[in-house]
């Protein structure tokens, strides 16, 4: 494995995202060489940055334009029609869920996120047995696809195997990255077989006038356990700024504004968002001698970030970034869908041997990564 021994704790003051070209990994017949010098970047960005752009993924762009277009027609629908596919304990936590349902949860309450989504995850007989000592997992089960619009739902499938794909790839590199075999993350770990995939359909409107909760959103004390969720640690910034200077990145903001989804940090291995879509996600450096990124839409680029479980394989090496949502035009909806390639159900996810040492001992408890998401999810709604 390459030393690693002195990247631990990288300072990420970043203000952009590297650009990854990753070819090597897509291509039917690349050389060990090229394929190592996409990995070693693919590792450097997840470890200085835990965002990153890639292209050469040699995805066409009807795929990924065409599907957002669906999308926003979808959600133009009469909310009566949304709601035939309305999310709840009774659908395994999968389908639709309306303006202010998804929360951000932080210690003593929580907010509501100014969005609508649809939410699927890969699909599991419910009635699969459990490990020993395991209940059932409450979100097996089928999807609530949007068959609403046929023409909709029928892309949604292939473009959700096409970001599975993707998703495998780079990891691939990550893996070769990381000294590792290229097929580390398959199998028993993840793949296209295994990963227990989740995607998020999202229609963010415009935000309540100067930022400002609407009584629908405001914050509200819950008594449940806290969402991992984290605000950011000091200071705020009025919602005027916010509106004036959107281009400093990720200031900070105070509970009381209403934001399209609130601070946090991603579940699983990757997150992977559609090109051109993203001016309005904001991430943050870990240091504070950084504003922030706002992330710059580029047409063919698709951009990642790192999850949890990736912090945990490698023992903190790679860490996921903070970041938030915040749709600042006043008059246009943004609409995006999200794929997040998580590790399998049952993978007992825990820090690799050869990154921990007696100077950086394991930092994190082994964990069954099906626990980790139930957690997340069972979390994540006021309805």
């Given at each position: 494995?390459?030393?690693?021994?002195?990247?631990?704790?990288s300072?990420?003051?970043?203000?952009?995202?590297?650009i990854i070209?990753?070819?090597?990994?897509?291509?039917?017949?690349?050389t060990?060489?090229?394929?190592?010098?996409?990995?070693?970047e693919?590792?450097?960005?997840?470890r200085?940055?835990?965002?990153?752009?890639?292209?050469?993924h040699?995805i066409a762009?009807?795929?990924?334009?065409?599907?957002l277009?669906?999308?926003?027609?979808w959600f133009?629908l009469?909310?009566d029609?949304k709601?035939q596919?309305?999310?709840?304990?009774?659908?395994?936590f999968?389908g639709?869920?309306?303006?202010g349902?998804?929360?951000?949860?932080?210690d003593?309450?929580?907010?509501?996120?100014?969005?609508?989504?649809?939410?699927?995850?890969?699909?599991?007989?419910?009635?699969?047995?459990a490990?020993?000592?395991?209940?059932q997992s409450p979100?097996?089960?089928?999807?609530?696809w949007?068959?609403q619009?046929?023409?909709?739902?029928?892309?949604?499938?292939?473009?959700l195997?096409?970001?599975?794909?993707?998703g495998?790839?780079?990891?691939?590199?990550?893996?070769i990255?990381?000294?590792l075999?290229?097929?580390?993350?398959?199998?028993?770990?993840?793949?296209v077989?295994t990963?227990?995939?989740?995607?998020?359909?999202i229609?963010?409107?415009?935000?309540?006038?100067?930022?400002?909760s609407?009584?629908?959103?405001?914050p509200?004390?819950?008594?449940?356990?806290a969402?991992?969720?984290?605000p950011?640690?000091?200071?705020e910034?009025?919602a005027?700024s916010i509106?004036q200077?959107?281009?400093?990145?990720l200031?900070e903001?105070?509970?009381?504004?209403?934001l399209s989804?609130?601070?946090?940090s991603d579940?699983?291995?990757?997150?992977?968002?559609?090109p051109?879509?993203?001016?309005?996600?904001?991430?943050?450096?870990?240091?504070?001698?950084?504003?922030?990124?706002q992330?710059?839409?580029?047409?063919?680029?698709?951009?990642c970030?790192?999850g949890?479980?990736?912090?945990v394989?490698?023992?903190?090496?790679?860490?996921?970034?903070v970041?938030?949502?915040?749709?600042?035009?006043?008059?246009?909806?943004r609409?995006?869908?999200p794929?997040?390639?998580e590790?399998?159900y049952e993978?007992?996810?825990?820090?690799?041997?050869?990154?921990?040492?007696?100077?950086h001992p394991?930092?994190h408890a082994?964990?069954?990564?099906g626990?980790?998401?139930e957690?997340?999810v069972?979390?994540?709604?006021?309805l």
């Amino acid at each position: 494995m390459p030393g690693f021994a002195n990247a631990f704790d990288s300072d990420r003051n970043f203000t952009s995202l590297p650009i990854i070209d990753i070819k090597a990994l897509v291509e039917r017949a690349p050389t060990p060489e090229a394929k190592a010098q996409v990995g070693a970047e693919l590792v450097a960005a997840c470890r200085d940055v835990g965002f990153f752009y890639v292209t050469g993924h040699g995805i066409a762009e009807e795929t990924y334009q065409g599907i957002l277009q669906l999308a926003r027609a979808w959600f133009q629908l009469p909310e009566d029609v949304k709601k035939q596919i309305d999310i709840g304990p009774q659908t395994h936590f999968r389908g639709y869920q309306g303006l202010g349902a998804n929360v951000t949860r932080y210690d003593g309450g929580f907010q509501r996120d100014w969005h609508e989504a649809i939410d699927l995850y890969k699909e599991v007989d419910p009635s699969t047995p459990a490990p020993a000592g395991k209940r059932q997992s409450p979100i097996h089960g089928s999807n609530q696809w949007p068959s609403q619009l046929p023409a909709f739902d029928r892309a949604l499938r292939g473009y959700l195997d096409t970001m599975l794909y993707l998703g495998s790839t780079i990891m691939r590199g990550i893996a070769i990255g990381l000294g590792l075999a290229e097929d580390f993350f398959e199998g028993e770990r993840a793949g296209v077989d295994t990963a227990y995939w989740v995607a998020r359909v999202i229609h963010y409107p415009p935000l309540p006038k100067n930022g400002q909760s609407s009584p629908a959103a405001r914050p509200a004390i819950s008594s449940k356990a806290a969402h991992s969720h984290q605000p950011l640690e000091s200071g705020e910034a009025d919602a005027a700024s916010i509106e004036q200077q959107p281009s400093e990145g990720l200031t900070e903001i105070s509970r009381s504004v209403q934001l399209s989804c609130g601070e946090h940090s991603d579940y699983g291995l990757l997150t992977i968002g559609q090109p051109g879509r993203t001016a309005y996600l904001r991430c943050k450096p870990k240091t504070a001698r950084a504003n922030g990124c706002q992330l710059t839409p580029s047409r063919a680029a698709f951009v990642c970030n790192i999850g949890d479980m990736l912090k945990v394989w490698t023992n903190g090496l790679l860490q996921p970034t903070v970041h938030r949502v915040l749709n600042t035009d006043p008059s246009r909806s943004r609409v995006s869908i999200p794929f997040f390639y998580e590790p399998a159900y049952e993978a007992i996810v825990e820090p690799l041997p050869q990154l921990c040492s007696a100077q950086h001992p394991a930092q994190h408890a082994a964990i069954r990564y099906g626990d980790h998401l139930e957690g997340k999810v069972l979390n994540n709604f006021e309805l």
